[in-house]
Nanobody, 117 residues
Framework: QVQLVESGGGLVQPGGSLRLSCAASGIIFSTYTMDWFRQAPGEQRKLVALITSGGGTYLLDSVKGRFTISRDNAKNTVYLQMNSLEPDDTAVYYC???????????WGQGTQVTVSS
């Protein structure tokens, strides 16, 4: 059974930093592409960052230079380091992956990030 468990969200002032973690189980983690999505109130869920099994990364244009995605295959964990946070970054952040064999989507429960003074 695939499980993705996020942690690290919270309330932070503009310009602050947070690090989100997503611990995965039930998959051969090192072989999977891992993603972070976010969903703000009234908006569709949007891909923020992606890291492939080989370490290649993608970042949404609006977070480039501020966010970094990384992975620790020994810990089955993917991270999203978020610096210089802005109010527009406020959203629920979700960890996500797809099982290649069946194209089944797996989502974490989400973690709230609120950027406000």
């Amino acid at each position: 059974q695939v499980q993705l468990v996020e942690s690290g969200g919270g309330l932070v002032q503009p310009g602050g930093s947070l690090r989100l973690s997503c611990a995965a189980s039930g998959i051969i983690f090192s072989t999977y592409t891992m993603d972070w999505f976010r969903q703000a109130p009234g908006e569709q869920r949007k891909l923020v960052a992606l890291i492939t099994s080989g370490g290649g990364t993608y970042l949404l244009d609006s977070v480039k230079g501020r966010f970094t995605i990384s992975r620790d295959n020994a810990k089955n964990t993917v991270y999203l380091q978020m610096n210089s946070l802005e109010p527009d970054d406020t959203a629920v952040y979700y960890c996500h992956t797809i099982t290649p064999a069946t194209s089944t989507n797996y989502w974490g429960q989400g973690t709230q990030v609120t950027v406000s003074s």
